[in-house]
C-alpha cells in the first residue's frame, strides 16, 4: 500500500471516530492575533488550519530590537537562514531562507501577497524590509501550490504591512542603531510611518533608511589561473599560486532607502478598491574572494581566469513595486476581487579585481519585472462551505549578461516565463467541531511541463487541550533562470553553469524537470489555562529535487564545474514542538524544538545547510506596565557543509529590554545584547559579529 492510500485510509477512520466526540469539545475565544490569511486566502482562526502556521507580532518584533526582516528570521524558530548559494562572491553576506529543509528557493516570500522582483532566491530581502513596517508576519510550513503556484514549495511567509485601524491619525517615528564590543558592524536605522482615514478614505504612509556599516574577517588566499576553456592551471602566469591576507566582508557596508504609500477607499458598503506604491534605492560595496579575467596581452592563452583572489563588488539596486484592486460584495454570500500588480527590479553590479590591472565585471547586472493579475472569489455556498476560486496569469522576465550565451559579453538576454493557473478551494465546517479543507489547481507554465496540485486537510477540537490537525499537501517548483543558464566562475573553486548552458568543460546541455512535493502532517495542539502547545510530524516526500552537482568531466579526480541537475528522490522529515507557559507576575516562557533529517536517497547523503536540531527558549518579564525584560537563547544544532564535513553546533544568548515613558506611554526606550556570550560561528554558516549591542527610540502620536 503506498503512502498516499494510507494517509487517505488513516484520515477515514479517524473522521468517522471523531463524529462520537463533538459533545466533549468546547469553543475557544477568538482574538485578531489568531486571525490570518496567508494560509487559505480567507481570514480563519489559526486553530482551525490543517496546515501548521506561526504569528509573529508586532509586540513580539518590538522586543527582538529587530530593525530589519534579517533579525526578525533570525531569532523565529524553525527558520533556517542559508548563506552562499548565491551564485557570486557576495554570497558571503547575504542569506536566504529554508523552511524544513526545502531551501531557499523553495520558500515563497510575499509583501501584502504579492510577489516581488529581485534575485534568485531572495537573498538581499533580508536587509531591504524595515521591521517598523511590518504589522505582522505569518508563516505557513509545508507546500502551497495549490494556492500560490510554483516556489511554495517549502511554504509562504508574508509580511503584513500596517493599516489604518480607526480614523485617526496615527504616526510612529523610530531611531535605532547598534554595534559589535570592537565597534564593528555599525548599523543605523531611521524610519517614518503614518497612517489613518478621512471619510471613505485610508492611507498608509511610510519611509526608511537604513545604514550599515561593514564587518570583516582576516582570511588567507591561494590564487590560481586557469584556462578559461580547458579550465586547466595556467602555471606561468603571475597570479597563480599568488597568496595574501585580505578583510572579507561578511556583512555588506549598504545604504538602503525605502518609502510607500498605500490608499483604500469605500465607494461604498460594497465596493472597495486599493492601490499601492513603494520604491526603494540601495548602495551595497564589499570586498570578497571572487573571481576575476585577467587579460594576457600577446600571450597564451590570451585571458586567464583567476580563481580565488581579491575581488571588490559594488552594487547599485532600484525597484518600483505597484498594485491595484477592486472588491466587490454581490450579496452576502458571493464576493469577487480583481487585481494586478507589478514590481520592477533594477540591479547594476560591478566586480574588480584587487590585485591586477582587469576590465570592470558588469555580468551579475540584471533586470528583473514581475507582472500579475489575478481574479478571485468567495461564494459562501452554505453554512458549511466556503468555496474559494480563481484565476492568475503570471510573468517573470529577467535580462542580464549572467545567462548570455557568450561569457565575454555584457549584452542583456531575455528569459521570460509565463505561469497561467485556476484554483479551487473548499472549506468544509463538517461539524461544529470538525472542519476540513480541498484544494486544487491547475498551472500552464512556458518553461516546463503543466503541474496539477492537490491539498487535503483535517481538524477536529476533541477538547481545548486536544486539537488533531491532519494534513496532506502538494507542491512544485519549476527551474529558474538561474539553475537553467547562468554562467558562473564563483562561488567556490569550480564554475557554476547552468542546465541549459554551455561553457567551458561543459560541453553539453540537460533539461531539467520541476521539482514536486508530498506532504504529509500529523499535528496536535491545545490550551489549559496558562498552557499551550503545539505538536507537528512531517514527512516530505520530493521527486525531481534541483540541486547542484559537482561534474569531473576527465575522471580525474579533481572536479570541473558544479550544475543543477534533477535528484531521483529526496526526504525531509522531523517533528516541531512548541510549548508556552505564562506563570503569572509578568513572567512568561516559550520554548521551541525541531528535528530535522535530510537524505537524498540516490546518494545516502544529507541535504547540505539543514541543522539536525535547533531549540530555544525564550523568557519574558513585564515588571510592570511600562517595563519589560527578554532572554532568548537560540542552539543551532550540527549540518553537513559539505559532503563529508559537518559545521559544528553553536549556541546564542541575547537579552533585550524595553521601557515605555512619557504620556500615555507615548515613548518606548528599548536595547539590547545580541550574543551576549560571544559565540562563535562557522563562516560557511554566515559567520557572527560577536556581541552585538543595540539601543533605540520609537514615539507614536
Not at 549578461?401 to 493557473?421: C, G, H, L, W
Not at 542552539?635 to 512619557?662: C, M, N, P, W
Request: net charge negative; aromatic share 10%.
Amino acid at each position: 500500500m503506498n503512502k498516499l492510500k494510507m494517509f487517505a485510509l488513516v484520515c477515514t477512520g479517524l473522521f468517522i471516530s471523531m463524529g462520537t466526540c463533538d459533545a466533549l469539545a468546547a469553543e475557544g475565544e477568538t482574538t485578531e492575533d489568531s486571525i490570518v490569511v496567508t494560509a487559505t486566502k480567507t481570514e480563519k482562526e489559526v486553530d482551525g488550519i490543517a496546515a501548521s502556521v506561526d504569528v509573529i507580532t508586532s509586540e513580539e518584533i518590538k522586543m527582538m530590537g529587530a530593525a530589519t526582516l534579517k533579525t526578525i528570521i533570525e531569532k523565529t524558530p524553525g527558520l533556517t537562514m542559508q548563506y552562499g548559494r548565491f551564485p557570486h562572491p557576495s554570497s558571503k553576506s547575504k542569506s536566504t531562507i529554508s523552511i524544513r529543509g526545502m531551501g531557499g528557493n523553495g520558500t515563497l516570500l510575499l509583501i501584502d501577497g504579492k510577489r516581488l522582483g529581485g534575485e534568485s532566491e531572495s537573498p538581499y530581502e533580508m536587509d531591504r524590509i524595515s521591521a517598523d513596517m511590518i504589522e505582522r508576519i505569518e508563516i505557513v510550513k509545508g507546500p502551497m501550490s495549490t494556492l500560490y503556484g510554483s516556489d511554495a514549495l517549502g511554504g509562504v511567509i508574508n509580511i503584513i504591512t500596517r493599516k489604518p485601524s480607526d480614523d485617526k491619525l496615527r504616526i510612529g517615528l523610530g531611531i535605532n542603531g547598534g554595534m559589535n564590543d570592537s565597534g564593528d558592524g555599525e548599523a543605523h536605522n531611521v524610519s517614518v510611518n503614518a497612517r489613518g482615514r478621512t471619510g471613505k478614505l485610508g492611507y498608509t504612509f511610510f519611509t526608511n533608511y537604513n545604514e550599515t556599516k561593514s564587518y570583516t574577517e582576516r582570511e588567507t588566499y591561494t590564487s590560481k589561473s586557469l584556462n578559461p576553456k580547458t579550465n586547466q592551471p595556467i602555471t606561468g602566469d603571475d597570479q597563480h599560486g599568488r597568496t595574501g591576507e585580505m578583510d572579507v566582508n561578511y556583512r555588506d557596508e549598504a545604504e538602503v532607502f525605502s518609502t510607500g504609500l498605500s490608499l483604500d477607499v469605500d465607494f461604498t458598503d460594497a465596493l472597495t478598491a486599493q492601490m499601492g506604491l513603494n520604491y526603494f534605492q540601495e548602495d551595497r560595496e564589499g570586498s570578497y574572494r571572487g573571481v576575476s579575467k585577467k587579460p594576457r596581452p600577446g600571450q597564451t592563452p590570451s585571458a586567464a581566469m583567476v580563481m580565488d583572489t581579491p575581488v571588490k563588488s559594488v552594487d547599485d539596486n532600484h525597484r518600483l513595486d505597484y498594485n491595484t484592486s477592486v472588491k466587490y460584495k454581490f450579496t452576502d454570500t458571493l464576493a469577487g476581487k480583481l487585481g494586478a500588480y507589478r514590481s520592477e527590479y533594477e540591479k547594476r553590479n560591478r566586480t574588480t579585481a584587487e590585485n591586477f590591472t582587469a576590465p570592470v565585471n558588469k555580468k551579475f547586472s540584471a533586470d528583473v519585472d514581475i507582472t500579475g493579475f489575478e481574479a478571485e472569489s468567495t461564494w459562501s455556498v452554505s453554512r458549511d462551505h466556503l468555496l474559494v476560486g480563481g484565476a492568475e496569469h503570471r510573468e517573470v522576465s529577467r535580462n542580464s549578461s549572467a545567462i548570455n550565451p557568450d561569457p565575454s559579453s555584457y549584452e542583456f538576454v531575455n528569459d521570460t516565463q509565463r505561469f497561467k493557473a485556476i484554483y479551487l478551494q473548499d472549506e468544509w465546517q463538517i461539524t461544529q467541531t470538525v472542519n476540513a479543507i480541498f484544494g486544487i489547481r491547475y498551472d500552464d507554465i512556458s518553461s516546463a511541463d503543466s503541474e496539477v496540485t492537490f491539498k487535503a486537510g483535517l481538524v477536529k477540537q476533541f477538547l481545548p487541550q486536544l486539537r488533531l490537525r491532519l494534513n496532506y499537501a502538494e507542491g512544485y517548483r519549476a527551474p529558474d533562470t538561474a539553475e537553467l543558464y547562468v554562467i558562473s566562475p564563483s562561488p567556490g573553486d569550480i564554475p557554476r553553469i547552468g542546465a541549459e548552458s554551455v561553457y567551458g568543460p561543459k560541453k553539453t546541455v540537460h533539461e531539467l524537470d520541476p521539482e514536486f512535493l508530498r506532504s504529509y502532517e500529523l499535528g496536535f495542539g491545545g490550551e489549559h489555562k496558562r498552557f499551550s502547545y503545539e505538536l507537528a510530524f512531517f514527512f516530505n516526500d520530493v521527486k525531481d529535487k534541483l540541486e547542484l552537482e559537482r561534474v569531473d568531466v576527465n575522471n580525474d579526480g579533481s572536479d570541473d564545474y558544479q550544475t543543477y541537475v534533477n535528484k531521483t528522490d529526496v526526504e525531509t522529515k522531523g517533528m516541531e514542538l512548541s510549548l508556552g507557559y505564562d506563570f503569572g507576575y509578568g513572567i512568561s516562557t516559550d520554548f521551541n524544538w525541531t528535528e530535522l533529517e535530510t537524505k537524498d536517497k540516490g546518494t545516502d547523503d544529507d541535504l547540505l545547510f539543514n541543522p539536525e536540531r535547533t531549540v530555544s527558549l525564550g523568557v519574558n518579564y513585564k515588571v510592570n506596565q511600562g517595563l519589560s525584560l527578554s532572554l532568548a537563547t537560540r542552539h543551532i544544532g550540527s549540518q553537513y557543509k559539505t559532503r563529508t564535513e559537518k559545521a559544528d553546533s553553536y549556541r546564542l544568548v541575547d537579552v533585550s529590554f524595553s521601557k515605555r515613558i512619557g504620556t500615555g506611554n507615548n515613548y518606548e526606550l528599548y536595547g539590547g545584547v545580541n550574543n551576549i556570550l560571544n559565540e562563535s560561528v562557522d563562516k560557511v554558516l554566515g559567520s557572527n559579529v560577536g556581541p552585538y549591542i543595540f539601543a533605540g527610540i520609537r514615539a507614536n502620536f
